[in-house]
Each structure stands twice: as structure tokens, then as C-alpha cells.
């Protein structure tokens, strides 16, 4: 079963407290649901795994390790099933799991996951501290600096943009268009 947006919501704020983690999930919701048109996916379900990507993440902090291991029964609270699961196991390949993203949604998690912090960060050091006139050229700059968004692993993106088939450039551009709508949502 797919939970609806306000099952899930209900469910992102019962284990996460931190705004600026409810942004990051409203971020990769918005990213999630964007990429799913592009691909003539299923813009609800895609978003709702994006919603729900880092469900245990408060849990974790501390051992980080673990992350992604608490989802699956707190997602089964909402009736979630093995593949969404699946889903949001994924992102944390090579990082806090095994399970390896197999199909064109887990895919696209695992390299916007990342991706959408360095976009967000690159916005808000802006002038504008806006999404509306950045462009790739600027986040490729930001890339280059391994000080700006320390936190964000560049490999994990670049490995990803591979994974979806898709030149890096695009994926960085498909992203900056998913999160101008939000850009208030997301505390910009």
C-alpha cells in the first residue's frame, strides 16, 4: 500500500521534530515528484518516498550506521509496502546499507538525496539567497569546492547521475527547476 501525503506527513513529524529536516524532506519530495514526470512515473508515489526517505534520521544522529534500519517498522505503522521500503532503504547504499537501488525511483533518491543540500546551500549564499537565478554553471562552481557544503558527498551525486543515465549537468539542472516552486517550503 501507498500511504497518502497527509499519512506520511503525520508520520514525518511523529519521528522528526528538527525543521530544517521537515525542509529537507519537503525538498526531495518536490525533487522526487519532478524527476517521476519526467519519466512518466507516478508523481504521488515518488513523492511520498522522497517525503519519507529519512523517516529514522532523528533516531540515528548518533549512530549514524543505523540509519535507514528504524524506517521499515516505522513505515509499516502506515501500511508502507516492501517496495517503498525498499525504496527508502536504497538511498542509503554504500553508506548505511546493501540494498542497492534497482529501478529508476531508488535511482533517482540516492543522487538527489545529496544533490538538493549542495543546490539549497549554493541558493542561500546568493545575493538573492534564492533558487531563481542560479544556475548549473554556479553549482558546478560550488562543486569544485570541497569547504562549501562539506557534508555533501559529490561521489555519491556523480555515481548516481551515472546510475540514472542522465549527464550530471541535467540532473543538476532538473533539480534547481524542481525546487524553485518550493524554495518557501523548503525555509529559503
Given at each position: 500500500?501507498?500511504?497518502?501525503?497527509?499519512?506520511?506527513?503525520?508520520?514525518l513529524?511523529?519521528?522528526?521534530?528538527?525543521?530544517?529536516?521537515?525542509?529537507?524532506?519537503?525538498?526531495?519530495?518536490?525533487?522526487?515528484?519532478?524527476?517521476?514526470?519526467?519519466?512518466h512515473?507516478?508523481?504521488?508515489?515518488?513523492?511520498i518516498?522522497?517525503?519519507?526517505?529519512?523517516?529514522?534520521?532523528?533516531?540515528?544522529?548518533?549512530?549514524?550506521?543505523?540509519?535507514?534500519?528504524?524506517?521499515?517498522?516505522?513505515?509499516?505503522?502506515i501500511?508502507?509496502?516492501?517496495?517503498?521500503?525498499?525504496?527508502?532503504?536504497?538511498?542509503?547504499?554504500?553508506?548505511?546499507?546493501?540494498?542497492?537501488?534497482?529501478?529508476?525511483?531508488?535511482?533517482?533518491?540516492?543522487?538527489?538525496?545529496?544533490?538538493?543540500?549542495?543546490?539549497?546551500?549554493?541558493?542561500?549564499?546568493?545575493?538573492?539567497?534564492?533558487?531563481?537565478?542560479?544556475?548549473?554553471k554556479?553549482?558546478?562552481?560550488?562543486?569544485?569546492?570541497?569547504?562549501?557544503?562539506?557534508?555533501?558527498?559529490?561521489?555519491?551525486?556523480?555515481?548516481?547521475?551515472?546510475?540514472?543515465?542522465?549527464?550530471?549537468?541535467d540532473?543538476?539542472?532538473?533539480?534547481?527547476?524542481?525546487?524553485?516552486?518550493?524554495?518557501?517550503?523548503?525555509?529559503?
Amino acid at each position: 500500500m501507498i500511504p497518502t501525503r497527509e499519512q506520511a506527513l503525520e508520520l514525518l513529524r511523529k519521528y522528526n521534530k528538527e525543521e530544517s529536516h521537515i525542509h529537507h524532506a519537503y525538498a526531495v519530495e518536490a525533487t522526487m515528484r519532478h524527476f517521476a514526470e519526467l519519466f512518466h512515473e507516478d508523481p504521488d508515489l515518488w513523492g511520498i518516498v522522497g517525503l519519507l526517505h529519512d523517516i529514522d534520521w532523528e533516531q540515528t544522529t548518533t549512530t549514524p550506521e543505523r540509519h535507514c534500519h528504524l524506517a521499515p517498522d516505522m513505515l509499516r505503522e502506515i501500511g508502507a509496502d516492501d517496495s517503498l521500503i525498499h525504496a527508502v532503504q536504497s538511498h542509503g547504499w554504500g553508506i548505511c546499507t546493501d540494498v542497492e537501488p534497482s529501478n529508476n525511483l531508488e535511482r533517482t533518491l540516492f543522487t538527489i538525496d545529496e544533490l538538493t543540500g549542495l543546490i539549497i546551500t549554493a541558493g542561500l549564499v546568493r545575493p538573492s539567497k534564492s533558487l531563481a537565478d542560479l544556475e548549473v554553471k554556479s553549482v558546478k562552481k560550488k562543486w569544485k569546492d570541497k569547504a562549501f557544503a562539506r557534508g555533501v558527498n559529490r561521489e555519491i551525486i556523480k555515481q548516481g547521475a551515472e546510475k540514472m543515465n542522465m549527464p550530471l549537468d541535467d540532473v543538476i539542472n532538473e533539480t534547481i527547476l524542481a525546487l524553485r516552486p518550493v524554495e518557501k517550503l523548503i525555509g529559503m
